[in-house]
C-alpha cells in the first residue's frame, strides 16, 4: 500500500523525483514544527502558539503540499488530521467536520477493515453531525462506528453501550 499511502498528483506534467523528493523533505520538517508548537503550546497555555497560529501552520502546509500530493497521501493526511485537532479544540465544528470527510476515505482504504482510527474517526464524524444538526448523517456514522467497534471490542464493551445511548438519547 505504500504507493497509494505516498500517492502523488495526477498532472499533465508530473512532478520530478526531485520534487517529490523535496516535499516530502518538507513534509517531515513541518509535521515535527507543528509536534514542536504543539508541544510549547501546551506547557505555556497557549501564550506562545495560539491554536489560530496552529491551523494557519496546518493550512498553509496542506497547500503547499497539495501541488504535490493528493489528500489520500500519507503527509496530507497527517497534516488534516492535526488540523481538524485544532478545529475541535477551538470549537470550529463546520472545519472540523470538513477535514474529518476528507479524511475518512482514505483513512478506510489505508487501514484494516476493523481499524480502531476508522472507527475513532466515524466516532468523531457522527459526534460532529449530531451537533450540527445533521441527525440523519450521524446516526449513519456513529452506526459504521459501532459496527467497527463490536468487532475489534466485542459487543459488550462500555464504549458501544455508551455510543448506543448517545444514539437514544438524540
Request: hydrophobic letters at 40%; one cysteine or more; aromatic letters at 10%.
Amino acid at each position: 500500500q505504500d504507493k497509494e499511502k505516498l500517492e502523488i498528483c495526477k498532472l499533465n506534467d508530473p512532478p520530478s523525483a526531485e520534487t517529490v523528493k523535496d516535499m516530502i523533505k518538507y513534509a517531515r520538517n513541518v509535521i515535527e514544527e507543528f509536534r514542536r508548537a504543539k508541544h510549547y503550546k501546551y506547557i505555556l497555555c497557549l501564550t506562545l502558539t495560539p491554536p489560530v497560529e496552529l491551523l494557519e501552520i496546518c493550512e498553509l502546509s496542506l497547500d503547499k503540499m497539495g501541488a504535490v500530493f493528493e489528500d489520500s497521501n500519507v503527509y496530507m493526511l497527517h497534516m488534516m488530521y492535526q488540523a481538524m485537532g485544532v478545529c475541535l479544540y477551538v470549537q470550529d465544528w463546520e472545519g472540523a467536520l470538513c477535514y474529518g470527510q476528507k479524511i475518512i476515505r482514505p483513512y478506510s482504504k489505508h487501514y484494516p477493515s476493523y481499524s480502531l482510527n476508522v472507527a475513532s474517526m466515524w466516532l468523531k464524524l457522527g459526534r460532529l453531525y449530531m451537533a450540527l444538526k445533521n441527525r440523519t448523517a450521524g446516526v449513519k456514522a456513529l452506526k459504521r462506528a459501532i459496527a467497527i467497534m463490536e468487532v475489534a471490542h466485542g459487543k459488550d464493551h462500555p464504549y458501544i453501550s455508551e455510543i448506543k445511548k448517545e444514539l437514544e438519547d438524540h
